[in-house]
């Protein structure tokens, strides 16, 4: 039996009740993300499939196949929360795509600097809490805690999931 979105939260909180632990996740779960995102991104789907093209391929990446993927998993738990999730990726993809434009660090670069900051900073949050990061249970919860980010936001603007 798989199981709710609610359950999935709730398991999540458990590790994450001090709010010190708190709001290291509210930031550093969106900018592991983001970087994550950032790196899958440079990896071109045609590239891997040894097709020969000039398409722009941040947006045809690894990152746009993890992204539908994601989204087919948060399907199946909550409509709303897919929907938050799929737009806030597709947010992360194009300002991933802006920085790899402008060219003023590359984004490998900064996407594994954001990255290992934003992880230092996730693990600081647990020590203070005094457990173990959720996902050591269960790969999974690497899913989920983007969308108990989103279930915050989606309880302030009053949305149900």
Known sequence: MSKTI??????????????????FHFVCVPTIFFSFIGLLSLVS???????N????????????????LSFLFYLRLSFSIAIGMIFVSIITLWLNYFIYKLDIIPLWL?????????????????????????????????LIGPAWIMSFIYKKLNIKY
């Open 6 to 23: 609610n359950q999935w939260f709730d398991e999540y909180g458990e590790s994450h009740q001090n709010s010190t632990n708190k709001l």
């Open 45 to 51: 789907l045609p590239d891997i499939f040894g097709v």
């Open 53 to 68: 093209t000039k398409i722009d391929s941040v947006f045809f990446s690894l990152a746009s196949l993890v992204i539908i």
């Open 110 to 142: 900064f996407s594994i600097i954001i990255f290992a900051l934003a992880w230092v900073g996730q693990f600081y949050g647990h020590k203070v809490e005094g457990k173990k990061p959720s996902f050591f249970k269960d790969l999974q919860f690497l």
